[in-house]
């Protein structure tokens, strides 16, 4: 279990010191740190480090971490990198172990100052033995221990946990998967990654029980030969999602200059991912899109999909949408498609896959008529819903009171629809799609809304149906991986 772990007390300190600690109260670094673990309500004992300073935020101020009585389970160095080497020989002499290197200006700079200062402290990192996430990076994030001095806010620890070489990706990333109601278990931005490796943050998460999907960040890889085999051994009882940067040209100049990691050709990294069934990703929204589908979802029977949308238009184009993403849309059987047409009028409506039932949008029994009928049919493994979302006060023919209606008769669908995924006799899964009607403010913000009440129902839902096409392709490709892998 991860509380006997030598890293158990890297996550949840009891005590934590913030070297470079500022009275200014407006400063950047370790000010801000001891700020926001303060006002998050970090239970531990705080001490903040700065020799020029008796007190900082109402708390007493130690010169050097060795000065402080009592022991410190973590320490964030957040000052010039010149002073990071002296801080980790104090870190020796007081029996530190963990440390966190907030400081950047080392290798990722490609000057050979900072190369120098890099490798020194790297020695002092061996000979210490030390426990140390960095250097230039953000560090950890855990809800559950209140250790979250970056991001936003935690709303609640979840199961979801993000190794990252950009910290950036994780500021990001905490605002927009929460948003969405998906929550962490750990972060870790490890930048330049001299003292802990990739490989350590995954031994420890593999057997930590508050982790059960596990996303990274990567630009490089220091022991691909190691990491490969790792990775394929968790991915068989924890997902693995990997969105993998600076596979472009381009990228991997700019990633030199970010962590200082040598990228790595891309045909290489198409051969990882193909030995160790990992999950690509290709941004971090595409990320918590496949997260969604493996926290909802279970494994699917096949790819043979349904899509009820509106629109031949839109019929067309989400069938090429299912197609780019390698699902099926088969014909329905005609059994199935006469008894819809019994209630469809086919004009201006097709009961053929895709779906196209304008008339039914606004009609709650019908609407569930439809759905009933088209799930059931032997040919559908899953079904994409999309559901048009938009501000139909611009429409002058729409009274309040027939707004009023219509907004209550789509919410009695989306309720439906809920119920549906969660309990449908037929056990095939269902997905949502927010398909924005209309460019305005008040249609989005309802759009984003909406989504996060069916993701919050347990309902993956989709800014598009792409996405949501796209995930499931992932989704589905990791099962079949995983298949093959056990035959």
């Given at each position: 279990?991860?509380?006997?772990?030598?890293?158990?007390?890297?996550?949840?300190?009891?005590?934590?010191?913030?070297?470079?600690?500022?009275?200014?109260?407006?400063?950047?670094?370790?000010?801000?740190?001891?700020?926001?673990?303060?006002?998050?309500?970090?239970?531990?004992?705080?001490?903040?480090?700065?020799?020029?300073?008796?007190?900082?935020?109402?708390?007493?101020?130690?010169?050097?971490?060795?000065?402080?009585?009592?022991?410190?389970?973590?320490?964030?160095?957040?000052?010039?990198?010149?002073?990071?080497?002296?801080?980790?020989?104090?870190?020796?002499?007081?029996?530190?172990?963990?440390?966190?290197?907030?400081?950047?200006?080392?290798?990722?700079?490609?000057?050979?100052?900072?190369?120098?200062l890099e490798r020194q402290i790297k020695e002092i990192i061996n000979?210490?033995?030390?426990?140390?996430?960095?250097?230039?990076?953000?560090?950890?994030?855990?809800?559950?221990?209140?250790?979250?001095?970056?991001?936003?806010?935690?709303?609640?620890?979840?199961?979801?946990?993000?190794?990252?070489?950009?910290?950036?990706?994780?500021?990001?990333?905490?605002?927009?998967?929460?948003?969405?109601?998906?929550?962490?278990?750990?972060?870790?931005?490890?930048?330049?990654?001299?003292?802990?490796?990739?490989?350590?943050?995954?031994?420890?998460?593999?057997?930590?029980?508050?982790?059960?999907?596990?996303?990274?960040?990567?630009?490089?890889?220091?022991?691909?030969?190691?990491?490969?085999?790792?990775?394929?051994?968790?991915?068989?009882?924890?997902?693995?999602?990997?969105?993998?940067?600076?596979?472009?040209?381009?990228?991997?100049?700019?990633?030199?200059?970010?962590?200082?990691?040598?990228?790595?050709?891309?045909?290489?990294?198409?051969?990882?991912?193909?030995?160790?069934?990992?999950?690509?990703?290709?941004?971090?929204?595409?990320?918590?899109?496949?997260?969604?589908?493996?926290?909802?979802?279970?494994?699917?029977?096949?790819?043979?999909?349904?899509?009820?949308?509106?629109?031949?238009?839109?019929?067309?184009?989400?069938?090429?949408?299912?197609?780019?993403?390698?699902?099926?849309?088969?014909?329905?059987?005609?059994?199935?498609?006469?008894?819809?047409?019994?209630?469809?009028?086919?004009?201006?409506?097709?009961?053929?896959?895709?779906?196209?039932?304008?008339?039914?949008?606004?009609?709650?029994?019908?609407?569930?008529?439809?759905?009933?009928?088209?799930?059931?049919?032997?040919?559908?493994?899953?079904?994409?819903?999309?559901?048009?979302?938009?501000?139909?006060?611009?429409?002058?023919?729409?009274?309040?009171?027939?707004?009023?209606?219509?907004?209550?008769?789509?919410?009695?669908?989306?309720?439906?629809?809920?119920?549906?995924?969660?309990?449908?006799?037929?056990?095939?899964?269902?997905?949502?799609?927010?398909?924005?009607?209309?460019?305005?403010?008040?249609?989005?913000?309802?759009?984003?809304?909406?989504?996060?009440?069916?993701?919050?129902?347990?309902?993956?839902?989709?800014?598009?149906?792409?996405?949501?096409?796209?995930?499931?392709?992932?989704?589905?490709?990791?099962?079949?991986?995983?298949?093959?892998?056990?035959?």
């Open positions: 279990m991860t509380q006997t772990h030598e890293l158990h007390s890297m996550f949840f300190p009891k005590s934590v010191a913030i070297v470079g600690a500022s009275p200014n109260p407006v400063g950047w670094g370790g000010t801000t740190f001891l700020m926001r673990l303060r006002n998050l309500g970090f239970p531990g004992k705080l001490y903040p480090i700065n020799p020029k300073a008796d007190e900082i935020q109402g708390l007493k101020a130690y010169p050097k971490v060795s000065a402080i009585p009592g022991s410190v389970d973590l320490v964030i160095v957040a000052i010039s990198a010149p002073g990071v080497p002296q801080v980790l020989e104090d870190c020796i002499e007081a029996g530190v172990k963990n440390v966190h290197i907030f400081a950047s200006g080392f290798s990722e700079t490609g000057e050979e100052e900072g190369r120098v000979r210490g033995k030390l426990n140390v996430i960095g250097p230039n990076c953000m560090g950890l994030y855990v809800p559950a221990s209140k250790l979250a001095a970056w991001g936003v806010k935690p709303a609640g620890s979840g199961s979801v946990a993000f190794l990252s070489q950009s910290g950036g990706h994780g500021e990001i990333l905490t605002a927009y998967a929460q948003g969405l109601g998906v929550y962490f278990s750990k972060l870790i931005s490890f930048g330049n990654a001299v003292g802990l490796q990739v490989a350590d943050y995954l031994e420890y998460l593999a057997q930590d029980p508050e982790t059960e999907i596990i996303t990274m960040y990567l630009e490089g890889l220091k022991d691909g030969n190691k990491l490969t085999p790792m990775i394929k051994e968790i991915n068989r009882h924890k997902p693995i999602i990997i969105y993998k940067g600076g596979l472009t040209e381009t990228g991997s100049r700019a990633i030199v200059s970010h962590t200082g990691s040598m990228a790595g050709e891309s045909r290489i990294w198409d051969a990882f991912f193909a030995q160790t069934g990992a999950v690509r990703a290709n941004s971090l929204e595409e990320m918590i899109d496949v997260v969604l589908a493996f926290q909802h979802l279970k494994p699917l029977k096949g790819r043979n999909t349904l899509v009820l949308g509106g629109g031949g238009g839109n019929s067309v184009a989400f069938a090429d949408a299912c197609g780019r993403q390698g699902l099926e849309i088969p014909p329905i059987s005609d059994s199935t498609r006469n008894e819809l047409n019994k209630y469809i009028r086919l004009a201006g409506n097709s009961t053929r896959n895709p779906l196209d039932v304008w008339m039914v949008q606004w009609e709650l029994e019908l609407y569930k008529f439809v759905i009933e009928q088209a799930v059931a049919d032997p040919a559908i493994d899953l079904a994409i819903v999309d559901r048009i979302v938009g501000d139909f006060d611009e429409f002058e023919e729409f009274d309040d009171d027939m707004q009023e209606e219509r907004t209550k008769k789509y919410y009695e669908i989306n309720n439906f629809l809920i119920e549906f995924a969660r309990n449908n006799p037929h056990h095939k899964p269902l997905v949502v799609t927010t398909n924005m009607y209309g460019n305005n403010a008040g249609a989005a913000g309802t759009a984003e809304r909406i989504r996060r009440e069916f993701v919050s129902a347990g309902v993956p839902a989709y800014g598009s149906l792409e996405d949501a096409a796209r995930a499931l392709d992932r989704f589905i490709k990791y099962h079949e991986f995983q298949a093959d892998d056990r035959d």
